[in-house]
């Protein structure tokens, strides 16, 4: 819509000279706004209000200023104020009820996303949440507007937890047949303090982790067990939280790359030998902060993560070429990736790398999200806990099935997540977050079911609306409807699934405002009603549509 208003704009604009003037944006004060006449009047040496009442005079002058805007009008200091007509209106909200309402790009690049990142061998923890489901819900972003996407775990699998777990088996004599999820999750915690406190433990986990990645066909064994044992649990809780990847590869998987890697290195003259290390210089001329360099081979002669970052550029490159490869991590990786992507661009990699950095979740006193013996929160137990606390908030909770309560906790957890800017840590307050009234999950879901509850009780002829608006809540509504593709494009430019969950919260109060206010049932103009029933149709497959994104599902009934 928009568009229109700009395209009917520009040719009263460019007679006046004004061309490069014209400027709309969303107002509080009207459904649009013209806020360049100050700087009109400034670059013009004449008062702003003669400008505005100028401008808007020849707007209104216009012969087909009615198919536009119902009224135009200056406003003091210096804002023109358009109120779009209700056939505006309706031509684009036909669109979408006749042609889909995404609008989808031609472009064909493609998107490599890298999130979720756990660690083999050890269990998921709640920093693990946010990788995943901001990932996820970026992946579906982009999918929607029509991009081809390939999103990839990236398991951590090649670094000391893996020796350590060797470790602890040859140590207590058990099979590999014999290894299970509960001796795993036993297995590493208890290695890795002991690697920690004893330094002869720790070599000998060092040096096996050492041999493994040279290529130790015994160590090999035991590596392919951990990680089949490991993954499944793995995919178990992804599989819960609706999180799905293309490829389920590893840091490993980057090995045959590596040897490339370091031969390219050399040969650009990058590698500088260091204690035995063998690092690259990343700082230039311009930086204000300190850039240290980037080791990229141990002393020992094995490889770090910024050696496994490298190699798996080259891979993904070879492969895939994608021109954009998103990762989805920590911001306190910052420095890590900056000195990744530094190398990517000395080694000649044109592709558009990006950190997609996320804050961390705190609980709700504002400190890092413990339990109560100070380990932290393992995924598992966050999900039993904001099951326990979402039942306990009314005893009709407790009959509803297993598989509505799973989506009801899904979208306590999501939504308490997306709603956040990323690069901003936050609170969860499981307590806050499952209530069902409120800037929460639950809020949105009930919602959502009281307008299909309208529409599945209501007959109605889908299809076009007329050319009324019947009152100011349906006129907001149906300019939210028509802000939709605003607020996707906002996302996918900025990555950012909290501008998708703001939306979404908008809509469903404007939604909530319908029901209170406009009793269906007892409207006697059929076409009224047929065109209310239209409308919230199209909103609910909006707001749908929208949950999607944010990985959340609708139960059958709260």
Not at 17 to 34: C, M, N, R
Not at 133 to 161: A, F, M, P
């Amino acid at each position: 819509m928009l568009n229109d208003i700009i395209k009917f704009l520009k040719p009263i604009f460019e007679e006046l000279e004004l061309g490069d003037y014209l400027k709309v944006s969303s107002s509080d004060k009207a459904d649009f706004q013209i806020n360049s006449v100050f700087q009109i009047a400034k670059d013009k040496h004449v008062a702003p209000k003669e400008i505005g009442e100028m401008l808007a005079s020849k707007i209104n002058e216009n012969d087909n200023v009615s198919d536009y805007f119902s009224k135009v009008e200056f406003v003091m200091p210096g804002f023109i104020n358009l109120f779009v007509s209700d056939k505006l209106i309706n031509k684009h909200i036909n669109g979408y009820i006749t042609n889909g309402f995404v609008e989808k790009t031609t472009s064909n690049d493609v998107y490599f996303l890298d999130y979720g990142g756990p660690n083999v061998a050890k269990p998921l923890h709640i920093g693990h949440l946010r990788p995943a489901i901001i990932g996820e819900s970026i992946k579906r972003i982009l999918n929607l507007k029509g991009y081809k996407t390939i999103g990839d775990v990236h398991l951590g699998d090649y670094g000391l937890q893996i020796g350590e777990v060797i470790y602890g088996l040859k140590k207590e004599n058990i099979p590999l047949s014999e290894l299970n999820i509960d001796l795993l999750n036993r297995i590493y915690p208890q290695m890795s303090a002991l690697a920690k406190s004893d330094e002869e433990v720790y070599n000998e986990c060092k040096r096996i982790t050492s041999e493994l990645q040279k290529g130790n066909a015994e160590y090999k064994e035991y590596y392919k067990k951990i990680k089949e044992v490991s993954v499944n649990d793995i995919k178990r809780l992804y599989d819960y939280l609706g999180v799905s990847f293309d490829l389920w590869l590893g840091e490993s998987d980057s090995e045959p790359y590596i040897p490339k890697l370091m031969n390219e290195l050399e040969s650009r003259n990058l590698v500088v030998v260091d204690q035995g290390a063998k690092i690259v210089n990343i700082k230039r001329d311009t930086d204000k902060k300190e850039m240290p360099p980037v080791i990229v081979e141990k002393s020992d002669g094995s490889a770090i993560y910024a050696t496994t970052d490298l190699a798996t550029i080259m891979q993904r490159v070879e492969k895939y070429d994608p021109k954009y490869i998103l990762y989805v991590v920590d911001a306190r990786q910052s420095l890590h990736f900056e000195g990744v992507f530094r190398i990517a661009q000395m080694l000649g990699y044109t592709n558009n790398l990006e950190h997609i950095a996320f804050g961390t979740i705190n609980g709700s006193d504002g400190k890092p999200f413990k339990t109560r013996s100070g380990e932290t929160l393992k995924l598992d137990e966050l999900i039993n806990n904001t099951k326990e606390i979402f039942l306990s908030k009314r005893e009709e909770n407790k009959n509803m099935s297993s598989v509505d309560l799973d989506k009801i906790v899904n979208s306590i957890i999501k939504y308490a997540d997306l709603q956040n800017n990323r690069e901003k840590s936050y609170n969860f307050d499981i307590a806050k977050f499952s209530e069902v009234s409120g800037k929460t999950g639950p809020y949105i879901l009930y919602s959502a079911l009281r307008i299909r509850k309208i529409l599945t009780t209501n007959t109605f002829n889908k299809g076009n609306v007329s050319d009324t608006i019947y009152n100011d809540i349906d006129k907001n509504l149906r300019l939210k409807l028509l802000d939709f593709n605003k607020y996707l494009d906002k996302a996918i430019e900025d990555r950012l699934p909290s501008v998708i969950a703001e939306y979404v919260y908008d809509l469903a109060n404007l939604l909530n405002s319908f029901y209170q206010n406009i009793n269906i049932s007892k409207i006697e103009d059929e076409t009224m009603k047929n065109d209310y029933l239209n409308i919230l149709d199209l909103s609910f497959n909006v707001l749908k549509e929208c949950l999607d994104l944010l990985i959340i599902e609708l139960p059958s009934e709260m």
